[in-house]
């Protein structure tokens, strides 16, 4: 097997035998700071698309329900490609797929420079720059999850701290630049400024135990047809640091490629065992050489049937299994109404601070105190999500309840200070579906099944962040007033919590049921 510099993972069918490989620190840690570095530059141009958007409303003369769709799509994009994202990270790795994203987005950016109209600039900032960004924003999740286990809350909440610092950074560094070079010459910066996240991409090398493991399937596919292969060729590559000996041995009658994780192809009187591609792990163009050799007889049913089955099992799209268990399912719902709402005070807080007479540069500064707590958060919620008395569960319903009583309070901050301390609360508990969603979702189908899950996760919200600001705009022209809004955000959010505790309180009866017996 082939995976190259970017094969970060070996597969295995169990959850327990990818958490082996975790390192729970050295490299780890500088991991975790590339993946916080891509939420500060992703999350930073996200979260601050609120001091655009004035700007925007004021070029274009559109209403604010069209104007926000410019700014849904870029929040959606990453996330409606979440399935894309981890196709291509399953197929050429985490790093590759990390670098090339971050040039798409640049990109993108770069492209919205030149354009003249709200569509265009939907397409090029939304579309491309969001298509872009979704490559590192999947990356900077899940690969964090695979070199951690025992700190594993800890590492994804310092990880995700980045989107936090991201928007008190970049809330007034916007608003700085649009007004030295306009909102052009500022997104031509921003994609400067995206570039760097190549850097990122960069350190996500190889987890140690595990390249070893991915380069040591070796054929010898010269098939000589007038000398007999020998009863028994045995290629061994040695590990002096890892017992783990892969071995290829070519037999008359059989062929077996042996390794660590191995999955069964039965092929006639011929077994391929194989250690198959994981969610970090590259390519197998060795398999498909195994499967193009000659051995005498049985070429043809051998090239057909291994081809198809490795084809079949190795680049499925999306493992819909996935969907079979009923919490993960509970919390797909939840996380849709979450996204729903989840951008409104980042995008409409700049323009109702206008509304209640405070200037713009103090808008940019309540989006950026809101990043400020939102980093806090994120590192609270990391810490409690790893302690083993804390239910994870409960605890992300209890935040999801807070976060949506802050947003149903805005109504009543009528300056600047009660402003702040409302979207603080949202900005603290939110940060812990950013801090456990992924932890959740491993909790719930294993990490094995983490980059399926995820993906199926990320482009739920993709569509929920797509429709929710329009909404949220149309609520906003319909009634001449955000109350309405934050009231409806605050409501629904609410609710999602009072959903998802159906899956603590199921566990919780089931094990009084259970202790019963």
């Not at 934050?486 to 259970?514: C, D, E, H, Q």
């Amino acid at each position: 097997m082939e995976g190259g510099d970017d094969a970060t993972d070996c597969n295995s069918s169990e959850s327990e035998k990818a958490d082996d490989t975790a390192l729970d620190g050295g490299w780890g840690w500088m991991v975790v700071f590339g993946a916080f570095m891509i939420n500060v530059i992703t999350d930073g141009c996200s979260y601050s698309f609120g001091v655009l958007f004035t700007h925007l409303l004021e070029y274009f003369h559109a209403d604010r329900s069209s104007t926000a769709w410019v700014g849904s799509v870029f929040n959606a994009a990453p996330l409606l490609f979440g399935p894309v994202a981890s196709i291509i990270a399953k197929r050429f790795g985490f790093r590759k797929a990390t670098i090339a994203g971050a040039l798409i987005a640049a990109s993108g950016m770069i492209m919205s420079v030149f354009v003249n109209s709200l569509g265009a600039l939907g397409l090029t900032y939304g579309c491309v720059a969001g298509f872009g960004i979704s490559l590192p924003y999947l990356a900077s999740s899940v690969v964090v999850m695979m070199y951690f286990k025992k700190r594993r809350s800890l590492a994804t909440g310092l990880a995700e701290c980045g989107a936090g610092v991201g928007t008190l950074i970049f809330a007034p560094l916007l608003q700085f630049l649009i007004s030295e070079y306009g909102w052009r010459g500022a997104l031509l910066v921003m994609s400067a400024i995206v570039s760097h996240v190549v850097l990122c991409g960069a350190l996500f090398r190889p987890i140690p135990n595990c390249s070893k493991r991915e380069q040591c399937i070796s054929v010898y596919s010269q098939h000589n047809k007038e000398n007999s292969i020998s009863e028994q060729l045995s290629v061994i590559q040695l590990d002096t640091e890892n017992k783990s000996v892969c071995e290829s041995v070519v037999e008359t009658n059989h062929l077996r490629i042996a390794s660590q994780s191995t999955e069964n192809l039965n092929i006639g009187k011929r077994h391929i065992t194989a250690e198959c591609n994981s969610l970090l792990s590259g390519s197998m163009p060795s398999l498909t050489k195994v499967a193009r050799i000659d051995f005498s007889d049985s070429k043809q049913t051998f090239h057909d049937q291994s081809e198809s089955k490795c084809k079949q099992r190795i680049y499925r799209i999306v493992d819909l299994t996935v969907l079979h268990e009923w919490r993960f399912v509970i919390f797909l719902i939840s996380n849709f109404i979450l996204y729903l709402w989840y951008d409104v005070p980042y995008v409409f807080t700049v323009d109702r601070a206008l509304e209640i007479g405070e200037s713009e540069s103090r808008g940019a500064l309540i989006v950026s105190s809101t990043g400020i707590i939102h980093t806090v958060g994120n590192i609270v919620f990391g810490f409690l999500g790893d302690l083993k008395k804390v239910n994870r569960s409960i605890l992300y319903c209890v935040s999801m309840w807070m976060t949506g009583l802050g947003l149903a309070l805005v109504p009543l901050s009528q300056d600047y200070l009660s402003f702040i301390a409302f979207d603080g609360i949202y900005g603290f508990f939110v940060a812990a579906s950013e801090a456990l969603s992924c932890v959740l979702v491993a909790d719930v189908l294993g990490i094995s099944k983490l980059s399926d899950g995820y993906g199926i996760l990320m482009f739920l919200q993709g569509i929920a962040n797509l429709v929710g600001p329009p909404f949220a705009g149309w609520l906003y022209d319909t009634s001449g007033s955000y109350d309405n809004t934050f009231l409806a955000a605050g409501g629904s959010i609410i609710f999602l919590g009072m959903l998802y505790a159906t899956v603590p309180v199921y566990a919780k009866i089931r094990n009084n049921l259970l202790n019963a017996k």
